[in-house]
């Protein structure tokens, strides 16, 4: 029985054909591999950036709207969140948010809110030296405060400070110029420094300071914290990012600032851009990142805050 085999002719179609699948077969699996890696990289830009912009929106959102500044960390001026940047200088110069944030967890409370917000004016013991606030419970303040400040921080209901809703408000009234300075020896500012009562509902002026000539409005919001966000570990000699932080547990009403906060906590790595600015009492923040391994590829994420 006779057998044929390949005609020389026949190989030299195989291995033409077999070299051009190879070719084309190798770059279709280079590319197929490169386009999982983008995808991977983007999504884990995708899902960061907007965890970073929704953690900040997320504490941003319980600010008191008149304490937002932005400053330079060069030296440590500041301005209200709306004002227009001074000639010579530049909106990227200010490169710090900051806001006062009232207590949001204590006025939630658990079945009902630790502070009430409500300031009994016709009380017999509202006075120039108390103020009464029914259905406050100024030692559930004091416990949930020891539960979110920062480790090794003494922070408690005797840091804390109101601001009467309503009432004329200025940016320097917040402590952010005092910084440094021993704090408020007055209560004639926008926030008014208070400790603990002889009783759970009684707000009593910080020592050595009396409410005597303050106009005293009914309703109020309790603050134990200011807060900052703003990049450090700035690398600008390689890919141009740092570390996006959060500071917290700091009182600006007591001379602290940002660079005294006992929580200083990464938001995110990469970071080659945060952005804000504020049109009326709306704010809007940008985070853009960048990563190592796509050094040109770039996200960034948008939020407004109400």
């Excluded at 699948?21 to 770059?27: L, M, P, Q, S, Y």
């Excluded at 120039?128 to 400040?149: D, M």
């Excluded at 400790?195 to 134990?224: C, H, M, R």
């Amino acid at each position: 029985m006779r057998r044929f085999g390949f005609t020389m002719l026949e190989l030299i179609f195989v291995i033409v054909i077999l070299g051009i699948i190879g070719k084309f077969g190798v770059e279709f699996l280079a590319q197929a591999y490169n386009n999982f890696i983008y995808a991977k990289i983007n999504n884990t830009l995708q899902s960061n950036s907007q965890m970073a912009v929704n953690t900040i929106a997320a504490r941003l959102q319980y600010r008191i709207k008149d304490s937002v500044i932005k400053r330079r960390d060069d030296n440590n001026s500041f301005l209200a969140i709306g004002s227009s940047i001074p000639a010579g200088e530049d909106q990227k110069d200010y490169n710090i948010l900051e806001w006062v944030g009232y207590d949001i967890d204590g006025f939630r409370g658990d079945s009902l809110p630790f502070w009430s917000g409500i300031i009994d004016l016709n009380h017999p013991d509202t006075n120039s030296t108390s103020l009464v606030s029914p259905e406050t419970n100024t030692s559930a303040v004091n416990a949930l405060i020891s539960v979110l400040r920062g480790s090794g921080s003494s922070t408690d209901f005797n840091d804390t400070a109101i601001y009467f809703i309503g009432s004329d408000s200025n940016v320097d009234g917040y402590g952010w110029s005092v910084s440094g300075h021993g704090g408020f020896t007055d209560q004639n500012q926008t926030m008014h420094p208070i400790q603990s009562g002889g009783t759970i509902n009684q707000l009593i002026p910080k020592a050595g300071t009396t409410f005597s000539g303050v106009d005293v409005y009914e309703y109020y919001q309790l603050a134990w914290t200011a807060y900052a966000v703003g990049i450090s570990d700035w690398n600008s000699t390689g890919n141009g990012t740092g570390t996006l932080r959060l500071y917290a547990d700091y009182q600006p009403w007591n001379g602290e600032t940002y660079q005294d906060a006992n929580i200083s906590t990464t938001i995110m790595n990469n970071v080659s851009t945060f952005q804000f600015k504020s049109v009326g009492s709306v704010m809007k923040i940008q985070v853009c990142t960048k990563s190592d391994l796509l050094e040109e590829h770039s996200l960034c994420k948008e939020k407004t805050i109400f």
